[in-house]
C-alpha cells in the first residue's frame, strides 16, 4: 500500500493524503519540489536550520523552508527451501541416470513461484507457458522425470508425459493437469539416495569380460546339497554350466581336500554360475558340511565366490558359523538412547515399522565403523523405520536419506527434516548373504545401513550450510517483521507529530522547523534502509540514517536550548521515540540481512550450483573417477549415478575394505586419504 504511494511519492513518502483537484496537486507540487531541494540540501551539506523566515505556504515556496513529508518504508522477508533434496530442482535426483548430480537445492533458481501456496497458484496443462511451467518442469526433474525436462517454461508433450507419470506414481489422477493437489505434491521433499544391500534388487556382476570385479549386493540364497553327496557329483553339475556357457574353464573350489566342503563349495558355484554374474563378488551364510557324526545341525559358515570376466570361478570358506553381531544393548529404549548419544541422531523413530532390538543392535554395531571426522553428519537426522519405500520411479528401496530445508512465506522459523530411513528390504539378506571379509565379516544389512550414510556424508557440508541459510533467511524475516511493526507504530505517530506541527502557530512552525524537518528527514533516511533489499547498499544507507539521526538529535539540543518549552518538542517527543526503535529495527534486520547472504554465499560454495548442481564432495569424487577412468563398483551404482557410486564406494570401504583393495585399490586409497571429506 505505501509502497505504490511512496514510489510515487518517493518523491512524497509514506501516504500525504492527496486531496483531489489542481489545487491540491500544484500545493502537492510544491511540497515535493520543496522537499527534493530539502533533500538535496541536507544531502549536500548535511541538515541545517531551515532559512529563517521560510513559511510552509503555496505562495513562495523559494524562500520558505517547507515541512518535510514523512517516511515510512516496508522491509521484504523471503522464503524458499531446499528438498532434499538434495541441490539443484533441475537435476533428476531418484530417476538417477548416470552422471547424476546428488540433490536439488530449489532456493539455487527460485522463480518466485515456489513461494506461492499451491492451492493460489495457476493451473497450468499443455500449452501452457511461463514461471509456473518452469517451476513444475524443474520439480517434476528433482522428483526424477527421466529424461529429464528442459526447464524452458513451455507445457510441452514431454513436461505433459513427465506430468502424467508423477500423478501415477503418487496417488493423483493422470489428468496432466497440474492443480492444486499435484502442485502440493510437487512440492514435497524428494529422496537421494537407495541401497540394494540386503534390499534384492539387480545386483550381479560386471558381465562377460570386465576386468574388474562388481560387489553384487542382491539377496542370493542357494540350497545345500543333499545330505552325503560327493564332490564328484556336484562336478557334473559345475559342468552342465560350463557347458551352459554360465561358467568359465576354471572351476575351483578351496577346501583343502575335505570332499564334503568341496561338495558345498561347488554346490555354490553351480548354483550361482550365471552370465549376469560374471566378474562378481558374492557372500554367503550358507551350510558347508553334513550332519556331525555325533549328531546336531550341519555346520554354517561364511562361502566368498568369485567369478572373474570369463566365469572363471573360485569359491572359499573364509570363516566357520554365521555372522554373529554384538548385542550391545538389552532392550530397546537403551538402544534408541545409545544411537541418539554416539551417533547424533535426533530421534529413532517407528515409521511405518518398528524397530525390533536386534535390528538396532545391528545398526548400532554397523556404525562403529563411522569415522570421528564422518560422525558429524548423522547429527540432528531421525532414523526411521519403515516397512517399504519406493521411489518416484516407484523402485522399492532398502533403505533411502532424505532432507528437506525451507522457510515458508512470511515464517520466522525454517523448518528442518532430515531422515535415513531403513526398510523391511534392508534386513533381507541377514543370515543369507554378509559383507566383508575373513576378520569383518558382517550382516548384509550392514551394506544399507552404511550406504546411506555415505549419502549423508556426501551431503554433510551442503545440508549443514544449507540449513543454516534458511535459518539466517527465517531470522531475517524475524527482524523484517519488527521493522515492518516498528514502521506502521511510527509512521501513525510521525503523522500526528506533523498533524500538530502544521496546525502550529507560523511563528512557533519558524522556530520549530529546522527540529520538525530533521525528525522528519530522519524518518526518510530510514525509509530507504528498510525498503532496501541490496546487501551491498545498506552499509551506505544506514551511514545516511546514522547521520541524520545525529542531525535530528543536534536540532533538539539547539531547539530545547532557545526554548525547552516549544511544543514542537512535546510534539515530537513520542514519535521520535518510535522513529527510534523502527531505527533499531533497521539495523537490526541489516544485520540479519548480512547474516543470511554470508549463510547463502557459505550454502553456495559447498555446491557446484548452476543446471547440474551438486554437492563439493560429490564433485571432487567424480573427477576423481573420471582422471583415473575407473568403473563403478555394483550393479545399482552404474545404474543409478554418480550420488551412488559414491555411497556404494563408502559402504565397501567400511565394510569390505579387502574387496575394495583388491579390485579398486584407488578408490581405497582416496578414501584412506579422507578426499571423500574434503569440499
Ligand atoms: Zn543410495
Known amino acids: 500500500m505505501q509502497k505504490t504511494r511512496e514510489t510515487s511519492a518517493l518523491k512524497q513518502p509514506n501516504g500525504v493524503a492527496r486531496a483531489p483537484g489542481p489545487l491540491a496537486d500544484a500545493q502537492h507540487q510544491a511540497a515535493a519540489g520543496a522537499q527534493r531541494r530539502y533533500l538535496a540540501g541536507l544531502a549536500k551539506a548535511g541538515p541545517q536550520a531551515p532559512k529563517a523566515g521560510a513559511a510552509a505556504g503555496p505562495a513562495d515556496a523559494e524562500d520558505e523552508v517547507a515541512l518535510l513529508e514523512a517516511g515510512s518504508g516496508e522491509a521484504q522477508g523471503e522464503s524458499g527451501f531446499s528438498t532434499s533434496e538434495d541441490a539443484d530442482a533441475t537435476v533428476p535426483l531418484n530417476a538417477l541416470v548416470p552422471d547424476a548430480p546428488a540433490a536439488p537445492e530449489v532456493a539455487a533458481t527460485p522463480t518466485g513461484v515456489a513461494a506461492v ?43 505433459r508425459a513427465a506430468t502424467v507419470e508423477y ?52 539377496v542370493t540364497t542357494v540350497t545345500p546339497p543333499a545330505e552325503g553327496t560327493k564332490k564328484a557329483t556336484v562336478q557334473k553339475n559345475v559342468e552342465a554350466k560350463q557347458q551352459a556357457g554360465d561358467l568359465g574353464k576354471t572351476v575351483k573350489a578351496v577346501d583343502g581336500g575335505d570332499d564334503a566342503l568341496g561338495a558345498h563349495l561347488l554346490n555354490v558355484t553351480a548354483q550361482l554360475g550365471e552370465k549376469k554374474r560374471f566378474a562378481s563378488e558374492v557372500d554367503l551364510q550358507t551350510k558347508v558340511g553334513y550332519t556331525p557324526k555325533g549328531g546336531g545341525p550341519r555346520p554354517d559358515g561364511k562361502v566368498t565366490m568369485r567369478l572373474d570376466g570369463e566365469g572363471n570361478a573360485e569359491t572359499k570358506l573364509i570363516g566357520a558359523g554365521k555372522v554373529t553381531t554384538a548385542q550391545k544393548f538389552a532392550d530397546l529404549d537403551a538402544a534408541k538412547k545409545g544411537l541418539m548419544a554416539d551417533f547424533g541422531f535426533k530421534a529413532v523413530v517407528d515409521g511405518s515399522a518398528t524397530w525390533t532390538l536386534p535390528e538396532l543392535n545391528k545398526v548400532y554395531a554397523a556404525l562403529l565403523r563411522v569415522g570421528s571426522a564422518e560422525k558429524s553428519a548423522l547429527a540432528g537426522v531421525d532414523l526411521v523405520r519403515e516397512s517399504t519405500i519406493v521411489n518416484a520411479k516407484g523402485d522399492s528401496l532398502a533403505g533411502e536419506f532424505s532432507y528437506s530445508h525451507g522457510v515458508a512465506t512470511g515464517a520466522n522459523k525454517a523448518t528442518h527434516a532430515e531422515k535415513l530411513s531403513i526398510a523391511d528390504s534392508a534386513f533381507a539378506g541377514d543370515g543369507v548373504n554378509f559383507v566383508g571379509g575373513a576378520t569383518d565379516a558382517a550382516e548384509a544389512s550392514f551394506t544399507t545401513v552404511l550406504h546411506e550414510v555415505g549419502h549423508a556424508v556426501e551431503h554433510a557440508e551442503e545440508r549443514k550450510t544449507s540449513a543454516a541459510k534458511f535459518d539466517a533467511m527465517a531470522a531475517h524475516n524475524a527482524a523484517v517483521d519488527k521493522v515492518n511493526t516498528t514502521n506502521t507504530a511510527q509512521s501513525a505517530a510521525m503523522k500526528s507529530a506533523r498533524d500538530g506541527f502544521v496546525a502550529l502557530p507560523k511563528d512557533q512552525q519558524k522556530t520549530g522547523m529546522a527540529f520538525a524537518n530533521a525528525s522528519l528527514a530522519l524518518t526518510n533516511a530510514w525509509a530507504a534502509v528498510a525498503k532496501n533489499s541490496t546487501v551491498a547498499q545498506h552499509d551506505k544507507l544506514v551511514t545516511a540514517a546514522q547521520t541524520a539521526k545525529t542531525k535530528r538529535d543536534t536540532a533538539r539540543t539547539d531547539l530545547t536550548a532557545k526554548s ?29 540481512h548480512k547474516a543470511q547472504e554470508k549463510a547463502k554465499t557459505e550454502a553456495d560454495a559447498k555446491v557446484t550450483g ?53 579390485q579398486y585399490p584407488k578408490v581405497k586409497k582416496w578414501f584412506d586419504d579422507g578426499e571423500h571429506l574434503k569440499d
Open 564 to 592: 525547552a518549552t516549544h511544543a514542537a518538542l512535546g510534539l515530537f517527543k513520542d514519535a521520535n521515540d518510535r522513529v527510534d526503535e523502527w531505527g533499531t529495527a533497521c539495523e537490526a534486520r541489516v544485520a540479519a
Open 610 to 662: 548452476g543446471a547440474k548442481s551438486e554437492s563439493k564432495r560429490l564433485a571432487k569424487f567424480r573427477a576423481f573417477v573420471g582422471k583415473e577412468k575407473l568403473t563403478p563398483p555394483t550393479q545399482y551404482a552404474k545404474a543409478e549415478g554418480m550420488g551412488e557410486w559414491y555411497a556404494e564406494c563408502f559402504t565397501l570401504w567400511k565394510n569390505d575394505p579387502e574387496f575394495l583393495t583388491d
Open 117 to 159: 501456496p499451491p492451492e493460489k497458484r495457476k493451473v497450468i496443462r499443455q500449452g501452457s507457458a511461463g514461471a509456473e511451467v518452469e517451476y513444475a518442469q524443474e520439480r517434476l526433474n528433482a522428483h526424477g522425470a527421466t529424461p529429464a525436462l528442459a526447464v524452458d517454461g513451455l507445457f510441452g508433450p514431454k513436461t
Open 167 to 218: 500423478q501415477n506414481n503418487h496417488a493423483l489422477s493422470p489428468d496432466a493437469i497440474i492443480g492444486p493437489k499435484t502442485w502440493g505434491s510437487l512440492d514435497g521433499p524428494v529422496s537421494v539416495g537407495k541401497a540394494e544391500g540386503g534390499g534384492g534388487g539387480a545386483g550381479g556382476g560386471g558381465g562377460a569380460g570386465a576386468k574388474v570385479l562388481m560387489y553384487d549386493t542382491a
